[in-house]
């Protein structure tokens, strides 16, 4: 291992690739935690100490953020702005026949899709920002009424200090867009996918030591230990790969002989990755925020408000937890239905010569695709539904908030992002020094 990062630094163009990478990493944390204008600093600290965060989407969007949301700062919307921009994006390909066919346009169309994501990006950042300032002017930011600091997070609140502060958070989120292309293009890995896992392991210290000042040192331990028990499960999963064997046939093109090798198709147990669990979160918090808004202050909820609030709300109530569950698994069956398209596959399959052995090309190759795709998806939907509920169990039982670092999206992203970056160093030493980082 030594020897490996010794061999990095000895490699002029991969050092200036790492260098730059953690730089850039430098400077999105250090805006984490410049304010926004206009921001009462002081009180914004006392509540985050006197309260435990938010729940539901708004501690997802504070987890992206590295913290960064709850401290209204510059970069308060993180990479969130960014994720769901991409996800619609791709979502639209079902619906617009104009975003399919660039996307099979090759690199020019997937260009043009990059640039509607920018600008959905920064719509989405002008929509989230405006929200976020609407909440904190109202003291609902911490959901703590009671304690007079939450009450007044801005200094001033008139209308063109409100609009500074969301003018801020928009070009603060197109900042961050930047320097994840810069990243991608000069850095090493994908620029966007490092700034989340940046932003979710600067949580793990303030987590770990919640935990370790409310439950003792044994408990810390224990947390410590089933962390990395579900790390290595994790790491095991994400690996895990379904191989269907192809041939392709040999052709003679003039007096040249293509085809006759053999590969495969590796469908991966989790093929969906994180998005089914955010987008269960995102769906689980719409009937919390409804209710928030049909709560009068000066009589008694309604019975439904109040049912919502005591079974939809919390993460440690059995209800919420097999809801947020089954969400995870519909989510799970309905992006990889989108996102993998048998037919495609098996017509670009025989459009090459390539056939699954004892498969007929056409039609009965797209059957079996599906075939494999619908079974390998049910232990890897539930599979992310287990994962989801590690940081609502630690609720229930250990007292965590909803940001526990060992489980959830938190886990998935460190665990997926690391795995893809250390294999991109190990291919950069590989091609120069014919020993990688990996054995």
């Known amino acids: 291992m030594f020897s490996a990062i010794a061999r990095i630094l000895r490699t002029p163009d991969l050092r200036r690739k790492i260098g730059f990478t953690l730089a850039i990493i430098a400077i999105y944390r250090f805006g984490a935690h410049i304010p926004a204008p206009f921001v009462n600093f002081p009180n ?8 435990s965060g938010t729940d539901g989407l708004l501690s997802l969007v504070n987890l992206f953020s590295g913290g960064a949301l709850l401290q209204l700062s510059i970069f308060a919307l993180g990479v969130m702005p960014y994720i769901t921009a991409t996800i619609i994006t791709q979502l639209l390909r079902v619906v617009i026949p104009h975003f399919e066919t660039l996307y099979k346009e090759g690199q020019a169309g997937q260009s ?4 509607y994501t920018r600008y959905l990006t920064i719509a989405l950042a002008l929509l989230q920002s405006t929200t976020l300032v609407t909440v904190a002017r109202t003291g609902q930011l911490f959901g703590a009424p009671s304690i007079p600091d939450c009450n007044t997070l801005l200094v001033n609140d008139a209308w063109w200090a409100q609009l500074l502060m969301i003018i801020t958070m928009t070009a603060g989120t197109g900042l961050i867009m930047w320097f994840a292309e810069l990243v991608t293009e000069r850095g090493i890995g994908n620029g966007m996918s490092l700034l989340i896992f940046t932003s979710i392991a600067a949580t793990f210290p303030a987590a770990m030591g919640a935990i370790l000042a409310a439950r003792g040192f044994e408990i810390f331990l224990l947390v410590l230990a089933v962390g990395v028990v579900v790390v290595a499960l994790v790491v095991f999963v994400e690996q895990s ?3 269907i064997p192809v041939q392709y046939a040999k052709r003679m093109v003039g007096r040249r002989t293509y ?7 590796p469908i991966k147990v989790n093929t969906a990755g994180v998005v089914p669990v955010i987008f269960a979160s995102s769906l689980l918090y719409i009937p919390a925020l409804i209710a928030q808004f049909n709560t009068p202050t000066d009589t008694a909820p309604p019975a439904w408000v109040t049912w919502i609030s005591t079974y939809l709300t919390t993460g440690d109530h059995p209800l919420y937890m097999a809801v947020y569950f089954l969400l995870i698994i519909g989510f799970t069956y309905f992006y990889v239905a989108i996102t993998f398209n048998p037919v495609e596959v098996a017509d670009n399959m025989k459009k090459y010569g390539g056939f699954v052995p004892g498969i007929r090309a056409g039609r009965p190759t797209a059957e079996y695709l599906d075939y494999v795709l619908t079974r390998i998806t049910l232990p890897g939907s539930i599979y992310l539904g287990l994962i989801a509920l590690i940081p609502l169990i630690a609720l229930a039982t250990v007292g965590a908030n909803q940001n526990f670092p060992f489980g959830g999206a938190s886990i998935l992203i460190i665990v997926g992002v690391g795995l893809e970056t250390v294999k991109q160093i190990d291919a950069q030493l590989q091609q120069r020094h014919y020993e990688g980082l990996l054995r």
């Open 44 to 51: 914004v600290q006392s509540c985050i100490d006197q309260t």
């Open 259 to 265: 085809g006759g090798t053999n590969t495969y198709i």
């Open 112 to 115: 043009k899709l990059t640039q």
């Open 241 to 243: 790969q379904r191989r």
